[in-house]
């Protein structure tokens, strides 16, 4: 059903062929990926907060479609990319609120609404390396960094508890990255939200890694390093 939705979309923005590709491509691997999540945590059907989500990755790939036809043809595309990312981001807000209030929060949901943030900050970082610096594209690569580390790194391989802090930096590393798109702040004011938009996402990431790191299990298998002393107990997932 989003395939079919995202093909619309891809109409609406006009693009060119190897955008379409781009676009239609992400969706692909999206609902791929999203199906075999459904099945390894038994979701048999999806709620309203997870279709607001998946909507939400929809957009994500309508802006990746965009960018690529900026770097295919050097055309302005920001008039379209940045009222199709603010919609984006505004959702961000609803679908986590319509889990809650609907009794439907699930892991599987949270997952999903993290890829799609994650995905749609990467698409961003694309756009605005091209004006702010090749460094910007580390906001983009790092949740992919990171669980590509989990593959190969046992330690890594630990649940985390639920935070929503994560969250919070998500949707401000999102927001930096639409002002950067968006070219209205000064070149100045720009770099610098981005520079904090960076440690942010630093520190999020570090403060999962230092984490899993204190309780990693040791040599002899004989349990963690640490005590669970600070393991959050909360049922609240990160949406």
Request: glycine share 10%; aromatic share 6%; hydrophobic share 60%.
């Amino acid at each position: 059903m989003h395939v079919a939705a995202l093909g619309v979309l891809l109409v609406l923005l006009d693009v060119g062929a190897a955008a379409i590709v781009v676009g239609l491509a992400c969706g692909l691997v999206l609902a791929v990926a999203a199906a075999r999540r459904a099945v390894v945590d038994g979701v048999a059907r999806l709620g309203p907060a997870d279709l607001v989500t998946l909507a939400r990755a929809v957009l994500a790939c309508g802006v990746a479609a965009l960018v690529a036809e900026s770097l295919a043809t050097g055309a302005d595309v920001v008039r379209t990319l940045v009222p199709l990312t603010a919609v984006a981001l505004a959702l961000d807000f609803v679908d986590g609120r319509i889990a809650r209030h609907t009794g439907t929060a699930s892991r599987f949901g949270a997952r999903l609404d993290g890829e799609a943030d994650a995905f749609l900050i990467l698409v961003l970082s694309v756009h605005v390396a091209g004006s702010a610096g090749a460094w910007v594209l580390a906001m983009g690569l790092v949740r992919y960094v990171y669980a590509g580390a989990t593959w190969v790194v046992p330690w890594m391989q630990q649940e985390l508890p639920p935070r929503y802090w994560r969250k919070v930096v998500a949707a401000c590393v999102g927001i930096a990255l639409l002002l950067a798109a968006s070219g209205l702040a000064p070149a100045a004011a720009t770099y610098a939200v981005l520079v904090l938009a960076a440690l942010l996402l630093a520190e999020s990431f570090g403060w999962d890694v230092v984490w899993l790191w204190r309780r990693r299990v040791n040599r002899t298998g004989g349990g963690t390093v640490l005590p669970d002393r600070t393991l959050e107990r909360t049922t609240r997932t990160d949406r």
